[in-house]
């Protein structure tokens, strides 16, 4: 990895593909019970070991999250001029985190990310393009580390959300937004708020985090992935809208489609985090192909 020195020009934006009309059954992948501790995936009231680290957490993001410090995030981010390394080289980096917000795992972020690209590679393998996303899906957060700022938690991980409207009550620990300045803003306190209906997601400002940072980065960077991948990636994190079909109203017709692929590929994201190794050296090559087909030897972060 090496630290860019001069500010770089943003790239245009990423060439679309078309997807199959169809999507392919993906009924074999089998659905766990628990998860790695043993409990429902994503029971935020379950008396696990880490559950008043989540709840610590999500306290912080929802005072925290609001429309000045999200413009002031992607502003800075979005000028690239971080780091300058290859997409498999931030694989490794992410070697040394954990994210405090997953009640569902505690293990290094590259397991997971190959746990959840291999997953998808068994049910779907002539789709590759998906196989890739699932790699790289949460590679945004490197913002964790010292050379990308270091931020804290809360401002890189978690369930993500809109800012510039009313909080939604199907957001986890919505209690916590009573403290969030935006919560009394009239301007932003409404259903709509900033926006108008069917206005699309693209022109929604999302709570800032490694979705949006890492959208942002393969967007900049002229990856060839599918719309759909771009989807997938800033919004992996957006719960309220796949699980709880909250936000809705905010969404236009490619949204929609869209969405259909975001929907299969959490099923692997959520419930293929296990204690099963992966055995790296041995799909290293498949997925350095893939990398080399969708995106540049060298992306500017």
């Excluded at 694989?91 to 293990?107: T, Y």
């Excluded at 969030?180 to 069917?198: A, F, L, Q, R, V």
């Excluded at 969405?259 to 992966?278: A, P, T």
Aim: aromatic share 12%.
């Amino acid at each position: 990895m090496t630290i860019a020195k001069e500010k770089p020009q943003l790239a245009s934006g990423a060439e679309e593909k078309k997807l199959p009309v169809e999507l392919v059954s993906n009924a074999g992948f089998h659905v766990p019970d628990n998860n790695a501790f043993a409990i429902l995936f994503r029971d935020y009231e379950a008396n696990s070991e880490r559950k008043d680290a989540v709840e610590e957490f999500y306290w912080k993001q929802h005072i925290n999250q609001t429309v000045e410090f999200v413009k002031k995030m992607r502003e800075e981010y979005g000028k690239l001029n971080k780091a300058e390394m290859s997409v498999w080289e931030c694989c490794e980096l992410l070697n040394e985190f954990v994210d405090e917000s997953d009640p569902d795992l505690d293990e290094p972020q590259i397991e997971h990310l190959l746990q959840t690209a291999e997953a998808i590679r068994k049910d779907y393998p002539n789709e590759d393009w998906l196989h890739l996303t699932g790699l790289i899906h949460d590679l945004g957060k490197v913002l964790l580390h010292p050379s990308f700022g270091q931020l804290p938690q809360w401002a890189v991980v978690g369930d993500t959300f809109p800012v510039g409207c009313a909080f939604d009550k199907s957001n986890v620990h919505h209690k916590f937004f009573q403290e969030n300045p935006d919560n009394d803003n009239p301007k932003y306190n409404t259903k709509h708020g900033i926006y108008s209906e069917g206005c699309g997601l693209d022109n929604v400002l999302m709570s800032w985090g490694h979705d949006d940072y890492m959208y942002m980065v393969a967007k900049e960077n002229k990856t060839t992935l599918p719309s759909a991948a771009l989807f997938i990636i800033r919004y992996h994190s957006f719960y309220p809208l796949h699980r709880e079909e909250a936000y809705k109203h905010l969404m236009n017709e490619e949204d929609e489609e869209n969405l259909k692929w975001l929907r299969i590929f959490n099923k692997y994201d959520l419930y293929s985090k296990s204690k099963v190794r992966i055995d790296v050296e041995k799909v290293k090559p498949y997925y350095l192909s893939l990398i080399q087909k969708y995106f540049p030897a060298n992306l500017r972060w």
